[in-house]
């Protein structure tokens, strides 16, 4: 049983929390998407223009919504997303993702741009860890790939969407950069934050911890993490050798074409996330649940996780119906992170179970097995 906390009944109440914990600054890192913002609310808008189309009279007395992906049963679902900078919103941000996914049996990703390097999270956290992969420069990349390897992670993602880093204003507008910049007004709005600021003082500047070991030691790596600025000459043939690198389950992020998608599985990949990148990268993508179908008819026998808008429990039931293994979390654990480190992660992962619970009985289905198209349909304009 999880801690439930006064006046916290959803995710978007997490997000207020969140809001009112971090300074500007930070928040607007967490939430803030490219260019106009459009393509995050695009995201949102898709999930609500469906709604739900129950069967009544169906016994769902008990419900199941535990599911196999990649060849494992996981109680829920769910994956929690890769995240950088995860220190900035809580202490140990990493870690604490990293262990509520465990105690709750699912996956966690951990970024590339993490704030504890690939060991430490291994070291002490249980459960299943995936890593994700920017390619910064192919050698590095290498040396990530056989670090993850040896330190027991499952699954590895690639992620193909920041060739170049998406424009983001709020961060440009902020001056938001690690390590964080002295001026009068972000000294203002740390002050004016008082229960990040304490954490923040009490723990030191975060850091891209993967690449401070002796063999990965590089400031010109770190600063282009942190500019997003990747090698933008990595293609089909690169991932060709990274299917050969890698002798765990592959996973391509960023994937929003069925051209795309079929591709991915020729290659070798066991499977894609479909995933705009929750709109931070191109306002003008599609959003990922309407184009979840198609790809999900054209990439046959491939896994299919689709992110980019999860809120709520309702949107677990709409992308599993419409043909996803499962669905990862972005923003939504970092609002639990954001507001209350470890167990405000568990919280929000609960919330989201138990919202999907009550959705499968509401619409008359006992297992999230049992979820097919035509749970699904979309409301009239
Ligand atoms: C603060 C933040 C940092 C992110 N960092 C990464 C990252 O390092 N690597 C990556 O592949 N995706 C990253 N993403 C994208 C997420 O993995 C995921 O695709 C996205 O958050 C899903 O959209 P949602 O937040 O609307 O759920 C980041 C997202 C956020 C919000």
Redesign the pocket.
């Known amino acids: 049983m999880t801690t439930a906390f006064p006046g916290i009944f959803s995710v978007s109440d997490y997000r207020e929390a969140a809001r009112r914990r971090l300074p500007k600054t930070v928040f607007d890192?967490?939430e803030g998407a490219a260019d106009d913002e459009s393509g995050?609310m695009h995201?949102r808008a898709a999930f609500e223009q469906l709604q739900l189309r129950p069967r009544r009279l169906s016994d769902v007395s008990r419900r199941e919504q535990s599911v196999s992906l990649l060849d494992r049963r996981i109680p829920a679902p769910l994956v929690i997303?890769?995240?950088?900078?995860n220190s900035a919103f809580w202490p140990k941000g990493d870690l604490a993702l990293a262990r509520a996914a465990g105690k709750a049996g699912i996956p966690f990703a951990l970024?590339?741009?993490s704030n504890m390097s690939i060991e430490e999270v291994a070291q002490d956290a249980d459960g299943d860890l995936w890593f994700?992969l920017?390619v910064v420069h192919r050698n590095l990349a290498k040396s990530l790939v056989s670090r993850a390897r040896a330190a027991g992670y499952s699954t590895l993602?690639l992620?193909t969407d920041v060739a170049v880093n998406g424009f983001r204003k709020r961060d440009l507008r902020n001056g938001f950069a690690i390590p964080f910049k002295a001026s009068t007004r972000a000294a203002l709005d740390g002050l004016s934050h008082p229960r990040w600021l304490w954490s923040y003082l009490m723990n030191g500047m975060p850091e891209l911890k993967n690449f401070s070991t002796d063999d990965a030691s590089d400031t010109a790596s770190q600063a282009a993490v942190l500019r997003r600025q990747m090698d933008a000459s990595f293609s089909w043939d690169d991932l060709r050798r990274l299917r050969d690198e890698w002798p765990g389950k592959l996973l391509v992020?960023g994937i929003v074409t069925t051209e795309d998608a079929a591709r991915c599985v020729e290659f070798g990949a066991d499977g894609v996330i479909v995933?705009n990148?929750?709109?931070?990268q191109l306002a003008d993508l599609p959003a990922t649940v309407d184009v979840l179908p198609d790809i999900v008819d054209k990439a046959t026998g491939a896994t299919i996780i689709l992110?980019?808008?999860?809120r709520t429990g309702a949107d677990v039931v709409k992308a599993l119906a419409l043909g996803a293994d499962s669905v990862?979390?972005?923003?939504?654990s970092?609002y639990g992170l954001a507001a209350r480190g470890e167990v405000g992660v568990s919280d929000v992962i609960e919330m989201i179970k138990r919202e999907t619970d009550r959705t499968l009985a509401l619409i008359g289905c006992r297992a999230i097995d049992e979820l097919d198209r035509s749970y699904v349909s979309r409301r009239p304009t």
């Open positions: 890192y967490l995050m995201n997303a890769p995240t950088g900078l970024s590339t741009a994700q920017y993602i992620t992020k995933s990148h929750g709109g931070r992110d980019s808008g999860i990862m979390l972005g923003r939504a970092l």
